[in-house]
């Protein structure tokens, strides 16, 4: 009963929000839009514990399931909905251009459709429904990016249409195509829930199944940002209002990474699991390698962070090469301290671009004089995006390094230490300039913009911290099970 109520909640209480934010006044738009991003993390948190308990599956009809894998982004998915909603309520009264009835209710019909769009991914049976969901985030984000309507605003929402539209084309192929697979390889009648596809993945075309899952990576990872398919992210994350940044970056990016971890366990299955971990190591080497060169020629805040952003898919891309489940866990707990972490940072930045009316950091200055709360927690979020502890994303990429180094994957565990400690230069020395360096004299005066902005970022770092000092026994017990699933895929069960 409490897992049926959780998924109709995470499936129906945002689109009962979006509607509200449609006709109803500013008051009650915003204590919809918050309390339903409050009530999908709960819900997300109440499924987490029931799969941790020992649950195999759980579902609501045919349509939605969750599964330890499932329920890991829909936790992600979920707190970022839940602490973007509440920093958007300080973020519209302050922004620069005013907050006119007309951005405001665009604004909260579309947080919460493209929440619920995103949540949905994670809880959808079905690589065809997967498709579907990410393909309307795709649509509805496009939208939110331009939502300013300033000339580098509309030109980065219809870029990222295009290549995320040509992306989506291409994972949609691969849907066909596994499909195709099936229909070659099992008959009539053959359906593309990922019980059934699971349960017939052995029985595959090889050939199809393997460009099946070289067109998911390309197409989904135009969506994950992964290089060279990236071009969209620094643009879109730069140009959109601040919290769809955070929600772009620290969400929708993991939710097209779970869509690739789908096909990744249909052609593990098929395939073995070498050339799946071959294709990912090449494209995480490479956003890798690119962020760690762009992130230290960057002069404008929001896209310092995107492409910071592009780095840690790199990483996720690269750890689920290495054929160790300390690795794959390692994985998973990054998903979450990624979300956290960038999700507060991009609140940071918000902030400081809405005190100091720039996102040019040669001209930013004195960022923790002028906010003392949200400046101190920014320069921590990145201390924590660059890897050092107590922080979580420090305990994530030390279990992945571990994972390996434990088999014997030498080199590629070189390169991921070499290439991450220059990000973190590149990234550490740019943020701690504007922050830790005097206010000029012309500067505004000292004090945060609301409280609503400071809070989710207090709460994120927080579990940033909580997560790298002690993962929850019940959170540990789900990562391993969904790092269980991904390691031996044949084992999955719906």
Sequence with gaps: M???????????????????????????KRIATVSAGFVSFLSAIAITNLLAGGERSLHLGSLLTADPLSAVFCLAATFLYSATSAYSLGYVKHRDAGSSRLFNQRFFIGLNIFC????????????????????????????????????????AS??????????????????????????????????????????????????????????????????????????????????APTPISALLSGALLAVSFYAILRYFQVAATTLGPAFCRDVLLAFGLLSLLLASLYLASQRDLKRLLAYSSVE??????????????????????QVLAHACAKSTAFFGAGSLK????????????GGIHLLP????????????????????????????????????????????VV???????????????????????DAPRRGELSAWMVAP??????????????????LIHLLHRAAAELHTPGRVSR
Excluded: C
């Design 2 to 28: 409490i897992a049926r109520v959780a998924l109709a909640s995470i499936a129906i209480v945002p689109l009962v929000a979006a509607g509200l934010s449609w006709i109803a006044g500013e008051k009650v």
């Design 116 to 155: 619920w769009a995103m949540n949905m991914a994670t809880i959808v049976n079905g690589l065809a429904l997967v498709w579907v969901a990410i393909e309307i985030t795709t649509v509805i984000s496009a939208l939110l990016v331009a939502l300013d309507d300033t000339d580098g605003a509309t030109e």
């Design 158 to 239: 219809w870029k990222y249409m295009l290549i995320a539209s040509m992306g989506l084309g291409l994972a949609l192929l691969a849907t066909v195509l596994i499909y195709a697979a099936g229909a070659v390889g099992i008959g009539h009648g053959f359906s593309i829930g990922f019980t059934p596809i699971m349960a017939a993945a052995k029985k595959l075309p090889p050939q199809m199944v393997r460009l099946a899952f070289v067109l998911a990576v390309l197409g989904y990872g135009t969506k994950m940002g992964l290089a060279p398919v990236h071009t969209w992210l620094p643009d879109a994350h730069s140009e």
């Design 312 to 333: 840690h898919m790199g990483i996720l891309a690269i750890g689920m090469s290495f054929a160790a489940p300390i690795a794959i866990t390692g994985v998973l707990l």
């Design 354 to 365: 809405e005190k100091l009316h720039t996102k040019d950091m040669t001209t930013m200055r």
């Design 373 to 416: 709360w949200s400046g101190t927690i920014l320069l921590l979020a990145v201390l924590a995006l660059s890897g050092l502890p107590p922080f979580a994303i420090f305990r994530s990429e030390f279990m992945i390094v571990q994972g390996g180094l434990a088999t014997s994957s030498g080199i590629a565990t070189s390169a991921l």
């Design 419 to 441: 290439l991450v400690t220059a990000a973190f230069f590149g990234l550490s020395w740019s943020t701690s300039r504007i922050l830790l360096a005097p206010a000029s004299r």
């Design 457 to 474: 970022m207090v709460v994120g770092i927080g579990l940033l911290a909580v997560l790298g000092v002690h993962v929850p026994g019940g």
